[in-house]
């Protein structure tokens, strides 16, 4: 089975932007439970660094979720 994370990475930064879309799944994924997760704050966090451009949305994800990028 493949490593989810891979998966999910290819998936967000193939074209090497992170769009609105991209951002909005990761909202939901994210903040379904009501928990952020170390693994899932890491997470978004790499796509932040990893990626050559995004929209603004991933920024204010990032300062939701309370984290640095």
Do not use: C, N, P, Y
Request: glycine fraction near 6%; aromatic fraction near 2%; proline fraction near 0%.
């Amino acid at each position: 089975m493949a490593d989810w994370r891979s998966v999910a990475k290819a998936a967000i930064l193939g074209d090497g932007h992170v769009s609105q879309k991209e951002v909005d799944v990761l909202r939901k994924a994210i903040l379904e439970d009501g928990h952020i997760s170390k693994s899932e704050a890491a997470f978004v966090l790499e796509i932040k660094q990893e990626a050559k451009t995004s929209v603004q949305a991933l920024d204010e994800l990032i300062a939701e979720l309370g984290l640095e990028a």
